[in-house]
């Protein structure tokens, strides 16, 4: 992985990992693996199905929702949201990837502003507060999301 940034001492972010990078995570003692692309994506060394079977091989826990074109679905952020909050004590560690880490930090944000009950209007400021770069139209995206589905 060429792209990794930690958010907390639990959640890492990134880009999409190979077999070996799979086996590497696993000897750090990271326990768990969030795919967000799409089957076919270009530069996509392993499929989502067999990336899922070589984390479980690993005894890695791995979940995929596949993030594009449509708009998130409130299951599929849930989902990850469950995935990090069952991983977010002890020493536990995931990683959350995409293509180059940006639906990452996305669905990271989402999980944070859920967890700790930011309102959208907070999401800009939150992002500088941890020192993430994130661009006007994804922090758009995620502002505009939180607007239309969670429930204050």
């Known amino acids: 992985m060429d ?12 880009d999409q990992p190979t077999k070996a990078d ?9 326990v768990g693996v969030v795919n967000l692309r799409n089957d076919g994506e270009p530069e ?7 990336e899922g079977e070589l984390a479980r091989e690993l005894g890695l826990e791995y979940l995929h929702l596949g993030v594009g074109a449509v708009p998130l679905e409130e299951s599929g952020v849930a989902a990850v949201s469950d995935f990090l ?20 930090v996305m669905l990271v944000l989402l999980h944070f502003a859920k967890v700790n ?3 959208p209007d907070q999401v800009a400021e ?20 939180l607007r239309s589905n969670l429930t204050q």
């Open 3 to 14: 792209v990794k940034q930690y958010l907390t001492p639990t959640i890492m972010i990134g």
């Open 22 to 30: 799979l086996a590497e995570l696993k000897s750090l003692g990271f």
């Open 44 to 50: 996509q060394p392993i499929a989502p199905s067999r």
């Open 85 to 104: 909050t069952r991983h977010a004590q002890g020493p536990d560690q995931v990683l959350v990837h995409c293509r180059r880490g940006g639906r990452a």
């Open 117 to 119: 009950g930011w309102s």
């Open 126 to 145: 939150r992002c500088a507060d941890m020192g993430l770069a994130i661009d006007s139209s994804m922090c758009k995206i995620v502002e505009g999301w």
